[in-house]
């Protein structure tokens, strides 16, 4: 349980996604009434990635790194307090650490975490696999990965919530009902059911089509509960025949949030959270967050 004094923390490094995210950061402490702290993570010497055999390495001055890096968080800072208009207190630090370590850190007393995503397709991959990646796998608590701006509430947006017929649902729920409360929309709730996954071919038409019924009856009873406990919440539900990511992603287009569980586990659908939301981390094209689910 994250405590209350706990901020919303959103790691940033100068670039325009940086800045995507503390504009999804900022909304989201104000939501919550909590403070902001942005991190900026540097190395010293600088990550230069592989460098040619005999190239003469540039000098750096470590005080020149430093003031670099502090120039990254007062920018991020200003942007920070210009949206927040002084509704909430926003604080930044450049740490000195590999990125993911250094978020890592910081999750630990964070009720999220925030990172941004370049969305440059095969080169964004490989950088969401070394900070989205490794962070949302085993941050301390949930992790908002801004793949793309969030849809506005009165456009009718619903936060979608990628549920797998498991207990661990309930985590990815809760997150999702709390977030649609603060932010004054609806919740999607989805649930993928893909025909590999689901049973072997032998199957007959009826066996199949009573594990759909047995999945809708579970959906629909488990969103009962939701609904009763945030009637401000409008609710709407999807049953898939599709692959979890495919599925997601094409549901959670131009909508508030994604929300999915941060580690492997099967049951009703025969998906696997774990690892879809790698999958979905580098697709979607809204926000995506992360929840811790267990083991």
């Given amino acids: 349980m994250w405590q209350e004094q706990y901020p919303v923390v959103v790691g940033v490094d100068g670039t325009e996604a940086s800045a995507l995210a503390v504009r999804w950061a900022?909304?989201?402490?104000?939501?919550?009434?909590?403070?902001?702290?942005?991190?900026?993570?540097?190395?010293?010497?600088?990550?230069?990635?592989?460098?040619?055999?005999?190239?003469?390495?540039?000098?750096?001055?470590?005080k020149?790194?430093?003031?670099?890096?502090?120039?990254?968080?007062?920018?991020?800072?200003?942007?920070?307090?210009?949206?927040?208009?002084?509704?909430?207190?926003?604080?930044?630090?450049?740490?000195?650490?590999?990125?993911?370590?250094?978020?890592?850190?910081?999750?630990?007393?964070?009720?999220v975490v925030v990172v941004g995503s370049r969305r440059l397709h095969a080169v964004g991959s490989a950088m969401l696999g070394s900070v989205g990646a490794g962070l949302t796998a085993r941050a301390a608590?949930?992790?908002?990965?801004?793949?793309?701006?969030?849809?506005?509430?009165?456009?009718?947006?619903?936060v979608i919530a990628g549920v797998d017929g498991g207990e661990r649902s309930a985590t990815v729920l809760r997150y999702a009902f709390e977030h649609a409360s603060r932010h004054r929309v609806g919740v999607r709730a989805v649930l993928c059911r893909h025909p590999r996954m689901v049973g072997p071919a032998r199957w007959t038409a009826a066996a199949a089509e009573q594990a759909r019924v047995?999945?809708?009856?579970?959906?629909?009873?488990?969103?009962?509960?939701?609904?009763?406990?945030?009637?401000?919440?409008?609710?709407?539900?999807?049953?898939?025949?599709?692959?979890?990511?495919?599925?997601?992603?094409?549901?959670?287009?131009?909508?508030?949030?994604?929300?999915?569980?941060?580690?492997?586990?099967?049951?009703?659908?025969?998906?696997?959270?774990?690892?879809?939301?790698?999958g979905v981390l580098h697709h979607a094209d809204c926000p995506v967050a992360v929840v811790p689910t267990g083991d």
């Fill in 26 to 62: 900022v909304r989201e402490a104000v939501a919550r009434h909590r403070r902001l702290r942005v991190v900026h993570a540097y190395s010293w010497p600088p990550a230069l990635g592989p460098v040619p055999m005999y190239t003469e390495l540039p000098e750096y001055d470590p």
């Fill in 64 to 111: 020149e790194v430093r003031l670099a890096a502090e120039r990254v968080v007062d920018d991020s800072v200003r942007l920070a307090r210009e949206l927040a208009d002084d509704r909430i207190e926003v604080t930044g630090g450049a740490v000195e650490g590999h990125r993911v370590s250094v978020l890592l850190t910081e999750s630990a007393q964070a009720e």
């Fill in 141 to 158: 608590g949930p992790t908002v990965v801004v793949r793309g701006p969030a849809g506005e509430a009165a456009e009718g947006t619903s």
């Fill in 214 to 278: 047995r999945a809708a009856s579970w959906l629909a009873e488990v969103l009962a509960g939701w609904e009763q406990k945030y009637p401000d919440v409008p609710v709407s539900r999807a049953l898939l025949d599709d692959h979890p990511v495919s599925g997601l992603v094409a549901e959670s287009a131009a909508q508030q949030l994604l929300v999915v569980g941060g580690h492997r586990r099967h049951a009703v659908a025969g998906s696997l959270l774990g690892s879809v939301s790698q």
